[in-house]
């Protein structure tokens, strides 16, 4: 839903904007902005689409861009779909973690798993689920990375909170 409107705001942008800005915030959220978000930030660079610019008298003059050119420009964004928010677990058993990337895994693109900060995973890959190594009792954070084929971070979930319960599932239901 945010990307969607997100694109319709990138949409409703002057057909002269300048330069158009992408923002990808901590919590993994993006946004796009005629304004840089610090003095780093480059503007997205999105090829002219022959035609004319819609709204201008006439129709005359301009550039304007295709939601595929946005679409290319706004590629990715990762989700944790496993484990759930929240969602408690027996310590001790196989934990997988499950990602979701929007609108698709690029062939050379891959992700890395970080469980509390650390990468579970020795070297990035292309799975979009990956069994978790054994974790103690208590909370844990998810976090999956998305780097493109030069290494470089392109996206990132947003963290995911789960527990693992010292007690076996079988005894945590006996004792409620």
Avoid: C
């Avoid at 503007?43 to 005359?60: C, D, E, F, H």
């Avoid at 062939?107 to 020795?122: E, H, I, M, S, T």
């Avoid at 990956?130 to 963290?159: K, M």
């Amino acid at each position: 839903m945010h990307f969607l409107i997100a694109m319709l705001m990138v949409l409703a942008l002057p057909a002269a904007a300048d330069e158009i800005y992408r923002e990808v915030r901590p919590d993994g959220s993006v946004h796009y902005t005629d304004r840089p978000a610090d003095k780093r930030a480059k503007p997205l660079r999105l090829g002219p689409v022959s035609g004319t610019t819609p709204g201008k008298p006439g129709g005359a003059g301009g550039t304007f861009y295709t939601p595929e050119m946005l679409k290319e420009a706004a590629r990715f964004a990762v989700r944790v779909e496993s484990p759930t928010p929240e969602q408690v677990h027996a310590a001790g058993r196989t934990l997988v973690a499950a990602a979701s990337v929007m609108p698709g895994l690029v062939k050379g693109f891959r992700l890395v798993y970080q469980v509390n900060g650390d990468a579970v995973n020795a070297a990035p890959v292309e799975d979009l689920s990956l069994s978790l190594p054994p974790l103690p009792a208590g909370s844990h954070e998810l976090i999956i990375v998305l780097l493109n084929p030069q290494g470089q971070e392109v996206a990132r979930s947003p963290p995911t909170r789960f527990r693992l319960s010292a007690l076996p599932e079988s005894r945590r239901g006996a004792q409620k």
